[in-house]
């Protein structure tokens, strides 16, 4: 039994310390302020999705709409930036009205954890950079919402991964458990180069989706490692 444990102990960290591999056009670089000045001004934008234990790198175009289905119905978030946006439901029954839940504000992300609805809201405009998580209740379709989190930035992009969320922000990278915020990485080398995306494999394997190229997240250690796209195509990769 005791040989048994050790062997699966083990195997546990072998797979924890896998390197993912990562495109031959993403080369690792190192980021430097007059660099980051330059790729602010890069055309491409690349998204990030863990598929089955591979890394799919395509288009990042900026989504400005976010959907939960919920009992009953679907809540559709809209980011409109600086021009701001909304948060409404829309019922499966065609023939119920839609409900305009918040009328403005920059709706981010929406997602359900532990039986209970979230959004996040956040902007970066100018000098503000402001953002929160807020827990959604619904009772016979008149809806309450009140803030849980204030976050530090605007959030840019996040994943949930075994029940704890993991945030990209404009500056900083913040894992939240159980309500309680932590940020692993402040004032981060993708600061307005916009994350899109998350894929976690684990905590030594975590990748954003910025503008200009990918960035890898190593949350044991910690490290940060950015890589930049070179044009040895001449497309952006596609998902798939």
Not at 2 to 20: F, P, W, Y
Not at 59 to 72: H, V
Not at 139 to 149: A, G, H, L, P, Q
Not at 202 to 207: G, M, Q, V, W
């Amino acid at each position: 039994m005791r040989k048994l444990i050790t062997l699966i102990i083990i195997i546990s960290l072998v797979g924890c310390k896998k390197n993912i591999k990562i495109p031959g056009n993403f080369i690792k670089t190192e980021m430097t302020d007059h660099l980051s000045n330059e790729l602010h001004r890069s055309k491409f934008r690349f998204n990030v999705k863990n598929n089955n234990g591979k890394l799919i790198i395509g288009d990042g175009s900026r989504k400005i709409k976010s959907e939960l289905k919920i009992e009953n119905g679907t809540l559709i978030g809209f980011d409109g930036g600086e021009w701001g946006g909304k948060l409404i439901y829309k019922p499966f029954d065609n023939k119920k009205k839609e409900i305009t839940v918040i009328e403005k504000g920059n709706i981010k992300h929406l997602y359900q954890l532990d039986n209970k609805v979230y959004f996040i809201v956040g902007i970066a405009h100018l000098g503000l950079s402001e953002g929160a998580i807020f827990e959604l209740k619904n009772e016979n379709n008149k809806f309450t919402y009140e803030k849980v989190i204030e976050l530090d930035d605007a959030p840019e992009t996040f994943d949930i991964y075994k029940n704890k969320l993991y945030i990209a922000s404009q500056n900083n990278f913040y894992v939240i458990d159980r309500l309680k915020k932590k940020i692993i990485f402040k004032n981060t080398l993708w600061n307005n180069l916009y994350p899109n995306s998350i894929a976690i494999f684990n905590e030594r394997n975590i990748f954003l989706g910025i503008r200009s190229g990918i960035v890898k997240l190593n949350l044991i250690e910690p490290k940060i490692q950015y890589y930049k796209y070179t044009k040895k195509e001449n497309k952006v990769p596609n998902n798939q």
